[in-house]
């Protein structure tokens, strides 16, 4: 009987590979049996030659790509390369994305100094850098007429978090990617091809500790806020999201696309009250 779970040997590229959340989920799949092409930039390669010789003791066929997700050539020589070792690519993971203080509305700050050129940039990362890597690699799905694209959105996409101005937009943004292109593929390639996302609750990471944790591991009022609108009662650890990614580029999601999957112990579903 067939396993619908199974991903195994599937190629699979994770993009902002070094990223906390993007980085245990590609380790996850390494430990699955999956072939995992980690992807992110020149500056990070000595440790992504790390992490990759870490990922083969389990999945001894994983590599590793440098390049940004902002400039077609570089992904276009990672696709050339990725064909080259495996002749086709099954999945690709959009973990690449971030943010920039000048696209953050401070609680003491007027909106009207927002940074614009920042706020600009934050919108190409996030979801430029979910579309070019589609543009590229997702070309292949054409090809094959099967493949999955999972995309990170987030919590600031549904709702309107203070300070995270830029992120929710182009994370926003990244939600109507998703469902627009999980139809458009459909119609146009086949069944064959899925889009889907996950949108994460509040996980602790370098760009976010200090301002919900204090330097003694307690809350701040903003992490103490994220708390009392989170029912579990905690913070999300990057394993909460691996069974669900999983789930979403296996063959049991085969009838499933054009979602965005919420990851937050509940934030989404309660109003407080």
Request: proline content about 4%.
């Amino acid at each position: 009987m067939k396993n619908l779970f199974s991903i195994k040997d599937k190629v699979i590229i994770v993009t902002g590979a070094m990223g906390v959340l993007a980085n245990a989920l590609a380790h996850y799949f390494a430990e699955q049996g999956a072939r995992v092409v980690f992807l992110d930039l020149p500056r990070v390669e000595d440790k992504l030659k790390a992490t990759v010789e870490k990922a083969r003791l389990v999945s001894p066929e994983c590599m590793y790509c440098t390049g940004s997700v902002l400039e077609k050539a570089d992904l276009e020589k990672a696709r050339d390369q990725i064909l080259a070792k495996y002749g086709r690519i099954d999945v690709i993971i959009n973990g690449a994305g971030g943010n920039m203080p000048g696209a953050i509305v401070q609680p003491a700050d007027s909106f009207f100094n927002l940074d614009y050129a920042q706020w600009r940039a934050v919108i190409d990362l996030n979801l430029g850098g979910t579309l070019l890597p589609i543009l590229v690699f997702g070309k292949i799905f054409e090809q094959q007429k099967h493949g999955v694209i999972m995309n990170f959105s987030s919590m600031s996409a549904q709702s309107a978090l203070t300070r995270v101005f830029g992120y929710s937009n182009s994370k926003a943004a990244v939600d109507n990617l998703t469902k627009w292109l999980a139809v458009e593929f459909a119609q146009k390639i086949g069944e064959g091809v899925r889009v889907n996302a996950i949108a994460p609750g509040f996980f602790i990471g370098d760009q976010n500790r200090a301002l919900l944790t204090n330097p003694d591991g307690t809350y701040t009022p903003r992490g103490n806020s994220v708390i009392k609108k989170t029912p579990v009662g905690r913070f999300g650890i990057p394993e909460d999201i691996h069974g669900t990614a999983h789930f979403l580029i296996s063959d049991a999601a085969k009838f499933v696309t054009g979602v965005v999957v919420p990851i937050d112990g509940g934030f989404s579903a309660y109003t407080g009250v």
